[in-house]
């Protein structure tokens, strides 16, 4: 097992121990909790970090045979014409465009790299990962602006037995503290105080209602 797997499973860990925790809890309120701010604190210029399963577009300038459709593979990795190996995840676009010119300046003169993000998931510390009620649970990449609203289009809504005024906002970038959410106000009400700022890292749990 590589470190990048066994950091990608203690996380998953420690995500399934959170949510089993709360959501074995859903019939008793999370009032007590205190309410997501509406305006998130303005973090740095978020720049994109490639992420395993994302699928790029590498496009070699003038050299078509070259230039390829790649998805990251789960350690990280691409393999294009002539490179193969190369550490993707984690990079920026522009860097992961630079050392592929540099790889491939042992076989052409100074080659020009463009690479495109045509599906992105990012890292798991630039994911907003919805569990419980939603319609399509999933993780979602994380943009700038991104807010409560933005997310449960994404996955769709809520499912029919969705308690969700009762969710929960879990921040990783405050140490994992939780917030309340009132996402059936939101969505069922049209309540856009409900309305709240997600931020990278972010975990939505959706519990069922029980009654």
Known sequence: MTDLHRKIFGRAAALLTVCASLLSAGCSSTYGLPPAPQRASADAAHAYQIGALDELSVVVWRNPDLSATVTVRPDGKISLPLVENLPAAGRRPDDLSRQIEAALSKYIREPVVTVVVNRALGETSAQVRIVGEASKPQAVAFRQ?????DV??????????ADGNNAVLVRGSENGKQY??????LLRRGDISANVDMKAGDILIIPQSWF
């Open 152 to 161: 449960m289009i994404q996955v769709g809504g809520l499912t029919d037995f």
């Open 145 to 149: 602006n991104m807010t409560l609203l």
């Open 180 to 185: 309340s959410v009132r996402i059936k106000d």
